[in-house]
């Protein structure tokens, strides 16, 4: 099946550094990824939706001048948490989306945990 | 809108017995239904999806979900629980945005926790 790629897995960063996430559709071309945040023992939390060639669209309450989202390519996502503090500190996972009709999976990369210190 | 309830927060059983996980959506046209599983520190795996075709949807790891339109349900099944499914659980529906793009709404989880 189709893979998603997620880079790095782990990051520990100090409080007002930028860290960059890239998550790479392997084997098909993603028009669409989707970045999400998940709390522990929680569900996922949409952040923000990432279509190739155009600007992300934001959930609600999200800033999106803080998780800066570029999707230069149809493989290639990448989140940045600028400034990052200890509150940023979360498991971030992307996913991507086959184009086409509807009902198309989502495959999902395998998160990266972020740890702001 | 589309919205998903998954119906348990956690889900107790114990090995070798069946697993029933509930799931109801709402939705004004004729959805499209996942069911991912999350491993402790891991990401999301398909375990199955319904788009219109065969009611009763086999997954993987005999998993298996039935549409249910009259009660708008997705409940995830499996015969025989086994110590490996212990994971998190979520039931996804997928929405239309614009432009034939799709947004996917997640349900809160079930843990599922397994019984020697």
């Known amino acids: 099946g189709a893979v998603v790629s997620q880079h790095p897995s782990w990051v520990i960063c100090k409080s007002g550094t930028s860290v960059k996430i890239e998550c790479r559709s392997l084997d098909f071309q993603a028009t669409t990824m989707f970045w999400y945040r998940q709390f522990p023992k929680q569900s996922l939390m949409l952040m923000a939706t990432?279509?190739?060639?155009?600007?992300?669209?934001?959930e609600q309450g999200v800033e999106k001048d803080k998780f800066l989202i570029n999707h230069a390519s149809l493989t290639l996502s990448t989140l940045t948490v600028t400034s990052a503090h200890p509150e940023d500190s979360s498991f971030y996972i992307c996913?991507?989306?086959?184009?086409?009709?509807?009902?198309?999976?989502?495959?999902f990369g395998e998160g990266s945990w972020l740890t702001v210190v | 809108a589309q919205s998903v309830t998954q119906l348990d927060s956690h889900v107790s059983v114990s090995e070798g017995t069946p697993v029933l996980l509930r799931c109801n959506y709402s939705s004004s046209y004729s959805p499209s239904l996942f069911w991912y599983v999350q491993h402790p520190n891991k990401g999301l795996q398909l375990l199955l999806k319904y788009t219109s075709a065969a009611t009763l949807v086999k997954g993987i790891n005999g998993f298996e979900a039935e549409f249910k339109k009259s009660e708008t349900s997705f409940h995830l099944t499996k015969p025989s629980a086994h110590m490996s499914d212990a994971a998190e659980y979520f039931c996804v529906v997928s929405d239309y945005m614009i432009k034939g793009t799709y947004k996917y709404i997640f349900g809160t989880g079930t843990r599922l926790k397994v019984l020697a």
């Open positions: 990432s279509n190739e060639g155009s600007k992300a669209t934001y």
């Open positions: 996913s991507a989306s086959t184009p086409g009709a509807p009902g198309n999976t989502i495959y």
